[in-house]
């Protein structure tokens, strides 16, 4: 049986006080001649705006209710207890004890959930109120293990819930609850099923790579590499698929984008990018690895955050949201002393003067673009769909209806006039990994220069062509269809030619158009639009 690793202290024991935060070296203070505070002090006090926006989203009976909390009992609340003692709030906290007391009243149901107990619970360590509790939580994690990975567990296996099992297997070592050798071993060996030739991990055998899973994967080792060292059976297993580990770490160096979770080659995606910096967090803090090559990963995820933390102290749309920024921004360090107040009061005025940068959405009255002419699906290939290296030379098409688009034609296509279509269920053509091609034209009366803002609702990726000139791509794949892809235009008076690549990895072939002033009213000039 393996026991607890003697030698591994909990690093939340000494915490005990409000905006106490566990010590850690201090990270990069800016460019040099920056005045601003440090950058250490400004994360604590976006942590403790944070702090303040969960605990005043709380339920009346101390729960916190998220999207999965009707499934899955106590997940969202033991995530967000987790993160209040991570935060340095006290255990006695009002709203901490409320949640505590919400929690141990709900069994755990789910992987997330037992293992988001068992991070809570270790932070109060050995209270006899949460350790039968913690007891439960690792039973049933032990208990709905199969083939050495986890699932929801009802749903298949995937690499995000074997990385929260293994953290929570670890809270309850370090619990002292008892270990058996063949959980660590049978996961040593089958995690690897989910590993790229190029190094990267999936989440499903079916998916694609993305770092956040990488990197939630190469915490996951962090954490067998732990429990390793008292068992030899483990390390021999690991010692094998050393090189496998180093692809997986060089994966994830070259792809490094704080604000982007990358996905597959040359893409990223949008879906857990709150999720992806907390992997990063959590493989980072148990390897003790302050860089990825020549990245300083936290202070590029750090300056990230404070750039887009909302004024409530929220960030992103989702409670989960807000829990993964302050897991990853706890480890800023609290330097005090008697200038603390000014440094505060300075950091709140140069944060109010300098809110996150935030574009104008369209208004409601500005209508959406109807008439189109479609081109497609061009069929391409697993993470080579046809985007980046169509068919055809995106820049000599021209949006005439009897013109070819490599060897298919343009044929006529009416979009939604009050949201997005699906190109598929328009034209009948159903295909993935595949690209089409949406076209519509532009005429600028009069004599005066229009300046316009183009916004596209999509899932995966674009190219946007105005008269064959290229203004802006990207790949955000795997994501919530919305409408936040914005490119400016410049139209000259007379004809111009707009033309789009829309990218289907999977789902629906989502687009829609609206075209709308810069600050988001509708335009004021008669710009007419539609098909030749």
């Not at 567990?153 to 070592?173: E, I």
């Not at 059976?233 to 496998?244: E, M, V």
């Not at 505060?344 to 208004?363: K, V």
Request: charged share 25%; glycine share 10%; aromatic share 10%.
């Amino acid at each position: 049986m393996t026991r607890v690793f003697p030698a591994l202290l909990s690093p939340l024991a000494a915490v005990a006080v409000v905006a106490t935060l566990a010590a850690r070296p201090a990270p990069a203070q800016g460019p040099p001649g920056d005045d601003k505070p440090p950058l250490s002090m400004r994360v604590d006090r976006a942590i403790t705006r944070g702090v303040e926006h969960l605990l005043s989203i709380q339920a009346a009976d101390g729960r916190w209710l998220g999207g999965y909390e009707e499934r899955y009992p106590g997940g969202y609340t033991a995530l967000v207890c987790f993160t209040l003692r991570r935060s340095g709030v006290r255990p006695d906290a009002p709203g901490l004890a409320r949640g505590r007391a919400a929690l141990l009243s709900r069994p755990p149901q789910s992987t997330y959930g037992a293992a988001a107990r068992l991070l809570y619970y270790e932070t109060e360590g050995n209270d006899p109120a949460t350790t039968a509790a913690a007891r439960v939580a690792f039973d049933f994690l032990l208990e709905h293990q199969r083939g050495g990975l986890w699932g929801y567990p009802a749903d298949p296996l995937d690499m995000s819930n074997v990385q929260f099992a293994l953290l929570g297997l670890r809270a309850g070592a370090l619990l002292g609850f008892e270990l058996p050798d063949d959980v660590l071993r049978s996961c040593a060996e089958a995690l690897w099923s989910f590993q790229a030739e190029d190094g990267g991990f999936l989440y499903a055998p079916e998916d694609n790579r993305t770092a956040g899973i990488t990197a939630a994967t190469l915490a996951g080792l962090a954490v067998l590499e732990e429990f390793a060292v008292e068992e030899r059976g483990l390390a021999r297993i690991l010692k094998k698929h050393d090189k496998d580990r180093q692809r997986a770490h060089a994966w994830l160096v070259e792809r490094w984008d704080p604000a982007r979770d990358a996905y597959g080659t040359s893409a990223w995606t949008s879906r857990f990018p709150f999720a992806f910096l907390w992997a990063v967090e959590r493989y980072g803090d148990l390897t003790e690895l302050k860089r990825l090559g020549e990245h300083d990963w936290y202070a590029d995820g750090a300056q990230h955050l404070l750039s887009i933390q909302h004024s409530n102290g929220s960030f992103g749309e989702k409670l989960e949201h807000t829990a993964f920024a302050l897991l990853f921004l706890r480890r800023a360090v609290l330097s005090g002393g008697p200038d603390i107040e000014e440094l505060y009061a300075r950091i709140d005025a140069d944060w109010n003067e300098s809110p996150p940068a935030t574009l104008p959405t369209p208004q409601s009255r500005v209508p959406w673009l109807t008439d189109w002419l479609v081109a497609g699906p061009f069929l391409g290939e697993r993470d080579a769909t046809g985007l980046v290296e169509p068919p055809f030379k995106p820049a000599r098409l021209r949006v005439k209806k009897r013109a070819k688009v490599g060897r298919k034609s343009w044929d006529e296509l009416t979009l939604p006039a009050d949201r997005w279509g699906d190109l598929e269920a328009l034209t009948g053509r159903a295909a993935n990994q595949a690209v089409w091609v949406v076209g519509t034209c532009l005429d600028v009366p009069g004599t005066n220069e229009l300046e316009a803002a183009l916004w596209l609702d999509l899932e995966d990726g674009w190219r946007v062509f105005l008269d064959a000139e290229e203004l802006a791509s990207g790949r955000r794949v795997a994501s919530a269809i919305r409408g936040d892809v914005h490119v400016p235009l410049r139209l000259a008076p007379g004809h111009h030619e707009l033309w789009v690549l829309v990218e289907d990895v999977g789902g629906a072939a989502a687009f829609g158009a609206r075209l709308a002033a810069p600050d988001g009213a509708p335009l004021a000039d008669a710009l007419v639009v539609g098909r030749p």
